[in-house]
């Protein structure tokens, strides 16, 4: 008989009361003998003491239901290698061996461990370091502020700081609501211009002036009232107004420190934004006026209809709103994201402004209050307002499509897809035609309200980071990342 868990002989055999085995015993039926099992007396106790069940059968057991079988005890041989003092001596330098061998990995790891646990503990103590330096200066930073006075009142403490600018004038909120009342009245009703291009004239575009190049890495192309000059700039901290008439850079005006981020015109004046924070405002080529009210980069500029003021988006989470005709700075206005694009509703009420966090920030320019939120898969590259006054364009980065969202419902009604990544979008003055832009050409998306359908009629392969309608839409004017406009018309 062999232990079922040891496979050896047992010394103390026992079987169970509910094994085959002892039904033998019990009933003296020969058949059964091969079903039943016998264990270790202190194995199977050992067994049932922690499982509480037959090891072999996975039934009940307890130690009450094992039978001690009697048999005659045959002692154990001594193994054939014990039998003499070489084979003990041998036997015993192997354990010695292993013995040897086990301390030695014992040792190893140890070692292993100590030099793992000096490695955290001294990241741990760097960590505290790191944590008491950071809580230091942010007490010093706090109390700097408590310092600080904005906007004539003095703060208790640096987490009560009033970050927001001061309310806007009764003057220019009479302006604004003058403008909105005047444009919103007349906006519907509006009819095509005579002489506008029209779809089948857009079927005929083709780049026919191209400039040299003017500014390395331009980003930034603004058309004036006239849609003839162009402001434009570079990294170099220079811009320049380009006549499409003559081809040429009839001026060039110093904007400091800083890459030209975005440009703008009022009426006659030129007005440059930096990436160091600076709007600069030029009239004849002299600098008459400057601004720095953003702590860092100013991604977007944005004109109001009504010509006198300005606003500007930075990565400082902040947008800022400039009365022009005084020269100075009306308030600030902060937000919870980096702010990439910006642009006024064509009523004046109402200003978009594009974030990083994904979502399309569209705020009440009288009071500074968010109206609403639009929410996109990414970064907000670009967006533009249609001049039916309902329809906002927006393009997210790195994408190919561009979502039009209805503010009347607050929802997205349409995704054009362009087929290429998109750096810049913009309508035209009529609300038909929306210009696509990106490095690998431009699109023209047309809607017609007869059919209620989109269209494209007008696809090139002029690559291009801003792009610009020309005089009543005859033509598209284009600036690629090398500085060189092309003039897109038919020829």
């Not at 906006?187 to 400039?211: C, H, I, M, N």
Request: proline share 3%.
């Amino acid at each position: 008989m062999l232990c079922a868990i040891s496979g050896e002989a047992p010394q103390a055999p026992v079987a169970s009361r509910k094994s085959g085995l002892s039904q033998v015993l019990h009933a003296q039926w020969t058949p059964l003998i091969e079903a039943g099992n016998v264990f270790e007396k202190r194995l199977i106790e050992a067994y049932i003491s922690e499982h509480g069940k037959d090891p072999v059968t996975d039934e009940e057991l307890t130690v009450d239901d094992l039978v001690e079988l009697k048999t005659a005890r045959i002692p154990k041989p001594r193994p054939p290698t014990l039998t003499s003092i070489p084979s003990l001596l041998t036997a015993f330098q192997n354990e010695w061996d292993a013995l040897a061998m086990e301390t030695y990995d014992l040792r190893q790891h140890v070692a292993q461990i100590r030099q793992e646990l000096s490695t955290a503990l001294y990241q741990y103590d760097a960590a505290v370091r790191v944590i008491a330096r950071l809580s230091q200066e942010r007490d010093e930073a706090r109390e700097a502020l408590s310092k600080i006075t904005v906007n004539g009142g003095r703060m208790s403490n640096g987490s009560a700081m009033q970050v927001d600018g001061p309310e806007l004038s009764s003057t220019l909120v009479a302006k604004i609501e003058a403008t909105n009342e005047r444009l919103n009245g007349t906006r519907r009703k509006r009819a095509v211009p005579e002489g506008w291009v029209t779809g089948r004239d857009l079927q005929t575009f083709a780049p026919t002036v191209k400039s040299e190049s003017l500014y390395p890495r331009a980003r930034s192309l603004v058309a004036n009232a006239s849609h003839d000059t162009f402001l434009t700039g570079g990294d170099n901290g220079i811009a320049g107004v380009y006549k499409v008439s003559t081809n040429h850079i009839v001026q060039e005006l110093e904007v400091g420190s800083g890459a030209v981020t975005d440009a703008a015109w009022a009426g006659s004046r030129a007005i440059v934004s930096t990436s160091s924070g600076v709007v600069n405002v030029f009239e004849n080529g002299l600098q008459i006026s400057t601004f720095s009210g953003h702590a860092g980069k100013i991604t977007a500029l944005a004109m109001h209809p009504s010509g006198d003021i300005l606003a500007s988006a930075g990565i400082d989470k902040s947008y800022i709103l400039y009365d022009l005709e005084n020269s100075t700075q009306a308030t600030q206005v902060y937000t919870d994201s980096e702010l990439t694009c910006a642009s006024f509703h064509p009523d004046g009420r109402l200003l978009a402004a594009g974030a990083k966090d994904g979502q399309v920030k569209v705020f009440e320019v009288t009071t500074g209050s968010n109206a609403a939120n639009f929410d996109e898969n990414g970064p907000i590259q670009d967006l533009a307002f249609s001049e039916n006054g309902i329809w906002l364009a927006v393009a997210v980065e790195g994408s190919s499509s561009v979502s039009i969202w209805d503010l009347r419902k607050a929802s997205k009604i349409k995704v054009l897809e362009n087929g290429n990544q998109i750096e810049r979008i913009l309508w035209d003055h009529s609300g038909q035609f929306l210009a696509v832009a990106g490095s690998s050409g431009i699109a023209v998306h047309q809607y017609s309200k007869a059919t209620k359908e989109w269209s494209v009629p007008l696809q090139s392969a002029v690559s291009t980071v801003a792009v610009e309608w020309g005089a009543q839409a005859q033509s598209l004017i284009s600036l690629d990342l090398g500085g060189v406009i092309t003039v897109l018309r038919s020829e």
